[in-house]
């Protein structure tokens, strides 16, 4: 069965470094996201990206987070500059069609910021 | 604004006891509903949907159904297997356009013990 992959699992940085987080999406996908919790927190929505643009971002998508689709089959999530705050799980997730609901996530990356 | 307010967890069961946790939304149109299960190490799976009041969702002996007036969509199973121990996210995402972006709930970590 088809799924979406994310890594690394674990990423450890510090504070001011940039990182990067990768997702391949399901293969026939045509709309993408990215998701965060913060331990103890509620699953946020950060970003939506369809047809090489980016459809919706939240309050928490400023400057310092972009996101890109490569090539064909990655998406990845980029942090310029990290922060204590951005430690969180950090989900991706793609759906199909237009009318699906569905959305099938990753199985996350932890990052850890020092 | 939207958002999902669920049961606070952790809830230990034993095997065969009946569950419920409790679920209510706000939103600002017309939501669709979700149960989405969380297994350890895994990703966020979609447990069932309801898309208009009324609907019952089911799946794997889960059942919740939409109530508008109540502005809920509890979970509930009858008898609870060890296999059933995960979190639980209920969501909702709003109709129109294309985006589909999920707001959730914290989430409940469910125990079962045989």
């Known amino acids: 069965e088809p799924e979406v992959t994310q890594t690394p699992s674990h990423q450890v940085t510090q504070m001011g470094q940039e990182v990067i987080l990768r997702c391949v999406p399901i293969s026939n996908h045509l709309y993408f996201y990215w998701y965060r919790q913060i331990l103890g927190q509620k699953v946020e929505f950060l970003v939506s990206f369809y047809n090489n643009e980016i459809s919706e971002k939240s309050e928490i998508f400023d400057d310092q987070f972009s996101v890109e689709r490569p090539d064909g089959s990655n998406f990845t999530l980029k942090i310029r500059s990290t922060k204590l705050e951005d430690s969180a799980m950090y989900f991706c997730?793609?759906?199909?069609?237009?009318?699906?609901?569905?959305?099938?996530f990753g199985p996350g990356t932890r990052l850890t910021v020092t | 604004g939207n958002s999902v307010t669920q049961m606070e967890g952790p809830v230990t069961l034993s095997e065969e006891a009946f569950l419920t946790i409790n679920c209510t939304y706000t939103?600002?149109?017309?939501?669709?509903l979700f149960w989405y299960v969380q297994y350890p190490g895994e990703g966020l799976q979609l447990l069932l949907k309801?898309?208009?009041?009324?609907d019952k969702g089911s799946n794997k002996g889960f059942e919740a159904t939409y109530r508008k007036e109540t502005t809920s969509f509890h979970l509930e199973k009858g008898s609870v297997q060890v296999s059933d121990s995960a979190v639980y996210f209920c969501?909702?995402?709003?109709?129109?356009?294309?985006?589909?972006?999920?707001?959730f709930g914290k989430g409940t970590l469910l125990t079962v013990n045989p």
């Open positions: 939103a600002t149109g017309y939501p669709s």
């Open positions: 997730a793609s759906r199909g069609q237009p009318s699906s609901y569905e959305q099938y």
């Open positions: 969501a909702l995402s709003l109709r129109g356009g294309s985006n589909y972006k999920l707001t």
């Open positions: 309801a898309t208009k009041a009324d």
